[in-house]
């Protein structure tokens, strides 16, 4: 059986926040179709919104998202200005201003905006599209960077959840990964977010990374819990030094190998359940008052590009270089690379530069893959009749379904497949079954 779980883990497969994942995007679909898809919404439905602001003051190595290095504020405040006119530009293009009840902020580092910039740009917000008076705006934080002024301007903003950046309190590790970042600094920066009103933080924790061992990720996820955030993710690293070049600073060597990574994550979620949080999908744990677990005890845990959600909006409209977005008939992205996105704004356009347009198949199999990642179980029958697609097709072409049943991963009984809980950390397996696009499902 160990030799079954091992091949499962060590399986290179999407984190299927989305399906069709980005790998399919084209650009069959552009700026012309995201157009479209923008003029014919609905107007009385809410969006969510979602703003990419890719600058850090530092490099962690470890990091694989597309961000940009500056010790300068000019390039932050040229980028915010672009950024401005794409609000203008995909506002215009929408039916009236549409109702929005989520707005995420994610990098980089957000905050790096700088107090009266953020504060504006949030005023600049409102004024294009109608926030409703519940509206979620959360912000990822980088917690070493965070200032008083800035906390003040979160607040005043009307930000209501934070999202910290921590991965290891272990000062080996910190400095394995080029992030050093002490308990202290954390602690201020959940201390300044809560004076100012914001109550529900988030901590991001990773494990797997260079010099990591289980005590280590243990004393860190029990130094987490005594600031008690509201939730915490808890990521697996993944080393690609081939696609990502900053990770070529982080030796081979150090890293821990396929068995003490999985000590590394049990350990980790067996101390976050013993001081009162809940699983809730893959790698996030909530207390029980949070908005994912209450999402998930009333099945309405959602997957989007930005991860578990509680927000059941349709469409998601993406702001800035590299952004994704759900609109309408599919999923479109902006330009990766900031120049690029700069270039297209600028000229009056909109910087889609590819993305997916969903058929009938694509739209089942992401009904299935995302119930499979919130609940660790789908009902194939019902999601397949309320689609208008067949159950036996569809059965019949889940790749390595059997296997995962013979393997005892999954239980399946007329259609209903259950991932048995102490498997849930193999669920892309599962859902990867379902991925028309893979050819298999294992190395």
């Known amino acids: ?35 479209e898809w923008l003029r014919n919404l609905p107007a009385d439905d809410p969006v969510s919104l979602y703003f990419h602001v890719p600058f850090c003051r530092s490099m962690c190595w470890y990091c694989g998202f597309p961000t940009t290095i500056t010790r300068h504020n000019a390039p932050i405040h040229n980028y915010l200005a672009v ?32 107090p009266a910039d953020f504060l504006a740009l949030m005023g600049f917000l409102r004024h294009r599209f109608a926030l ?162 209450l999402a998930q005890k009333t099945g309405r845990l959602r997957r989007n590009s930005l991860g578990y959600s509680g927000d059941t909006c349709k469409t998601l409209i993406g702001f800035g270089a590299s952004a994704i977005g759900r609109v309408g008939e599919g999923y479109v992205q902006n330009e990766v690379t900031r120049e690029s996105y700069i270039g297209h704004v600028a000229a009056g356009r909109l910087a889609t530069s590819k993305g997916c347009r969903l058929s009938d198949d694509d739209r089942v199999r992401a009904a299935i893959i995302e119930r499979l990642m919130c609940d660790l179980e789908a009902d194939v029958p019902a999601i397949c009749a309320a689609h208008g697609s067949d159950t036996i097709r569809l ?20 259609g209903f497949i259950r991932v048995r809980p102490e498997h849930r950390f193999v669920v892309r397996s599962v859902a990867a079954a379902f991925d028309s696009f893979l050819d298999r499902i294992v190395p």
């Open 83 to 114: 950024l401005l006119d794409e609000i203008r530009l995909v506002s215009e293009r929408a039916p009236q201003a549409l109702p929005v009840s989520d707005v995420h902020f994610g990098g980089g580092t957000p905050t790096l905006i700088g």
């Open 395 to 414: 059965l019949d072409s889940a790749k390595g379904l059997a296997m995962l049943a013979e393997d005892g991963i999954v239980d399946i009984e007329k």
């Open 1 to 35: 059986m160990q030799t079954s779980l091992t091949k499962y883990r060590e399986a290179r497969l999407p984190w299927y926040t989305i399906y069709p994942t980005v790998s399919e995007f084209s650009g069959a679909v552009g700026a012309e179709a995201y157009e």
């Open 132 to 293: 409703t008076k519940t509206a979620t705006v959360a912000v990822e934080i980088d917690p070493r960077t965070l200032t008083a002024e800035m906390a003040d301007a979160l607040g005043a903003a009307g930000v209501s959840r934070a999202s910290l950046g921590v991965q290891s309190f272990d000062p080996i590790v910190q400095k394995a990964i080029n992030r050093v970042q002490s308990e202290a600094q954390t602690v201020a920066a959940v201390e300044m977010l809560r004076r100012n009103g914001i109550s529900r933080i988030n901590f991001d924790l990773i494990f797997g990374l260079p010099h990591q061992t289980v005590q280590s990720c243990v004393e860190t996820a029990r130094t987490a819990v005594a600031m008690r955030p509201s939730r915490l993710a808890v990521f697996g690293y993944s080393h690609i030094p081939s696609f990502i070049k900053n990770q070529r600073l982080i030796e081979d060597a150090s890293l821990p190998g396929s068995a003490a990574r999985a000590e590394q994550e049990a350990a980790v979620a067996v101390t976050l359940i013993a001081a009162g949080y809940r699983e809730i999908g893959l790698d996030h744990f909530a207390l029980p008052d949070d908005e994912l677990a």
